[in-house]
T-cell receptor, first 111, second 114 residues
């Protein structure tokens, strides 16, 4: 079993839809959770991060962590064509600097 | 633009050859990470350097090696290349080596081994 599992999609939604992206993980030592966005032919860029269980909101994006279920989510409200990208969840634990990534979910938002 | 630069953008080479990928971190960043991204494995950590010293190793093959120079740029050397080494190689940098330090990724080097 991989440490981090993420459905690769692809996921196609109409403009304005609410998008839900999810990852599950197996290592309860993970304490820091991130979502990266990767446009085609570009490097990943950090979208959001959170340390604790609960929700964190930033504009149209909400990151949610449920440590008891080992489950993290990213919600995108009012999705736009410019949100079309691959979304990667990532996480790590104290004393570990490198990130463990999910495989990424490819999202396409149709106008 | 993340401020991390990687050269070259593309590399096409043959099996058995050796290549060097170069990374310049953001100004002020002391840590450099190397990751490999392939379709089947996703983004996988290879190795981390902090201020010139190796800090952590991931799934890096013995045929691969890296170093970080006094000016903090880093090079990843891949030798005895195999078809399966074809992938995107990303470098990331961060200010420190802590687990909450944001990692900024470069644009990557696309390696094709024929």
């Amino acid at each position: 079993q991989k440490e981090v599992e993420q459905d690769p999609g692809p996921l196609s939604v109409p403009e304005g839809a609410i998008v839900s992206l999810n990852c599950t993980y197996s290592n309860s030592a993970f304490q820091y959770f991130m979502w990266y966005r990767q446009y085609s032919r570009k490097g990943p860029e950090l979208l959001m991060y959170t340390y604790s269980s609960g929700n964190k909101e930033d504009g149209r994006f909400t990151a949610q962590v449920d440590k008891s279920s080992k489950y993290i989510s990213l919600f995108i409200r009012d999705s736009q064509p410019s949100d079309s990208a691959t979304y990667l969840c990532a996480m790590n634990r104290p004393s570990q600097g490198n990130l463990i990534f999910g495989k990424g979910t490819k999202l396409s938002v149709k106008p | 633009d993340s401020g991390v630069t990687q050269t070259p953008k593309h590399l096409i080479t043959a099996t058995g050859q050796r290549v060097t990928l170069r990374c310049s971190p953001r100004s002020g960043d002391l840590s450099v990470y190397w990751y490999q991204q392939s379709l089947d494995q996703g983004l996988q950590f290879l190795i981390q350097y902090y201020n010139g010293e190796e800090r952590a190793k991931g799934n890096i093959l013995e045929r691969f090696s890296a170093q970080q120079f006094p000016d903090l740029h880093s090079e990843l050397n891949l030798s005895s290349l195999e078809l399966g080494d074809s992938a995107l190689y990303f470098c990331a940098s961060s200010v420190g080596s802590g687990y909450t330090d944001t990692q900024y990724f470069g644009p990557g080097t696309r390696l094709t081994v024929l």
